[in-house]
């Protein structure tokens, strides 16, 4: 069972806009969240996470926001730019001993319309 | 970038062949995975190595055997392969466990297999 769920296989946002991409988990052990992002061809890499412990992390144009009540996270990209099109995929990791296992989202594909 | 490489990159073969992907890093990174990546499932960790000849089953681990005999080498064995592994392969490698927890887990570009 799917323990990290991105609903939303897509999203289109215009260029300088706000983009919001969500993600759901069911396990409440998860310590760590990671945003991972993936061009075509390429391998995913790493964009942003945020400890289990806080409820915002921000670097430059992406935040992720966390509601563990909820078991929600969010990414904000502001403004959008083209570059930002790829597939975002969210992933969570369970800590300890446990952490070298990820588990990821299906993924959700951005696209930034110029 | 990291110094990830996936070899081969693109395979095609047919069900019931024995198929070996390479994953070689030139970062000593200590810990290598593998993982597949499906529509609908996003990916899931196949196997992992902590240390040479050290390795541990990940999600979804049958079929599937690995071998690590040095540092930078980390192989994907199917021994049979049936058309359910189709699918585009990651190899990944962290420094430790803690790093790959927080995002320190860099990705290889994937080696895209076809089992007819």
């Known amino acids: 069972d799917q323990q990290v769920k991105q609903n939303s296989p897509s999203l289109s946002v215009q260029e300088g806009r706000i983009s919001i991409l969500n993600c759901d988990y069911t396990n409440s052990m998860f310590d760590y969240f990671l945003w991972y992002k993936k061009y075509p061809a390429e391998g995913p890499t790493f964009l942003i996470s945020?400890?289990?412990?806080?409820d915002k992390n921000e670097d430059g144009r992406f935040t992720v926001f966390l509601n563990k009540s909820a078991k929600h996270l969010s990414l904000h990209i502001v403004p959008s730019q083209p570059g930002d099109s790829a597939v975002y995929f969210c992933?969570?990791?369970?800590?300890?001993?446990?952490?070298?296992?990820?588990?990821f989202g299906t993924g959700t594909r951005l696209t930034v319309i110029p | 970038d990291a110094g990830i490489t996936q070899s081969p990159r693109h395979k095609v073969t047919e069900t019931g062949t024995p198929v070996t992907l390479r994953c070689h890093q030139t970062?000593?990174?200590?810990?290598m995975y593998w993982y597949r990546q499906d529509p609908g499932h996003g990916l899931r960790l196949i196997h992992y190595?902590?240390?040479?000849?050290?390795?541990d089953k990940g999600e979804v681990s049958d079929g599937y055997s690995v071998s690590r005999s040095k540092t930078e080498d980390f192989l994907l064995t199917l021994e049979s392969a049936t058309s359910s592994q189709t699918s585009v392969y990651f190899c990944?490698?962290?420094?430790?466990?803690?790093?790959?927890?927080?995002?320190?887990?860099?990705f290889g570009e994937g080696s895209r297999l076809t089992v007819l």
């Open positions: 992933a969570a990791s369970p800590g300890g001993a446990g952490a070298n296992n990820l588990f």
């Open positions: 990944a490698i962290s420094e430790s466990i803690g790093r790959a927890a927080t995002g320190e887990l860099f």
């Open positions: 945020i400890s289990s412990i806080k």
């Open positions: 970062e000593n990174h200590r810990y």
């Open positions: 190595s902590y240390g040479v000849k050290d390795t």
